[in-house]
Nanobody, 120 residues
């Protein structure tokens, strides 16, 4: 079983920075696209940023210029550098990855989330 574990969330003041990490572990053969989503209370989960294995990135309009997604394929890890944080960024952030395991089964795997709280 492949799992994703997020870390790096916490309380930060508006205007501050935070870096989230998501490490995949288990019987992994390869990982394709990876992404970060957020889910605010009472709302649906929304895409924040995604990155292909080769490094091509896309961002939600609300975070362009402030957030940066990156990955380390050797470590099976994706990162989200969040700068100039706003109260609107507060949410639970979830990692999502397209994983092919050693049994050649490919699917999207979700992490359990990490909480980001922004004080203002």
């Amino acid at each position: 079983q492949v799992q994703l574990v997020e870390s790096g969330g916490g309380l930060v003041q508006a205007g501050g920075s935070l870096r989230l990490s998501c490490a995949a572990s288990g019987s992994i053969f390869s990982i394709g696209d990876m992404a970060w989503y957020l889910q605010a209370p009472g709302k649906q989960r929304e895409l924040v940023a995604e990155i292909t294995r080769s490094g091509a990135t896309t961002y939600a309009d609300s975070v362009k210029g402030r957030f940066t997604i990156s990955r380390d394929n050797a470590k099976n890890t994706v990162y989200l550098q969040m700068n100039s944080l706003k109260s609107e960024d507060a949410a639970v952030y979830y990692c999502n990855a397209q994983v092919t395991d050693v049994y050649v089964r490919t699917n999207w795997v979700w992490g359990r989330g990490t909480q980001v709280v922004v004080s203002s």
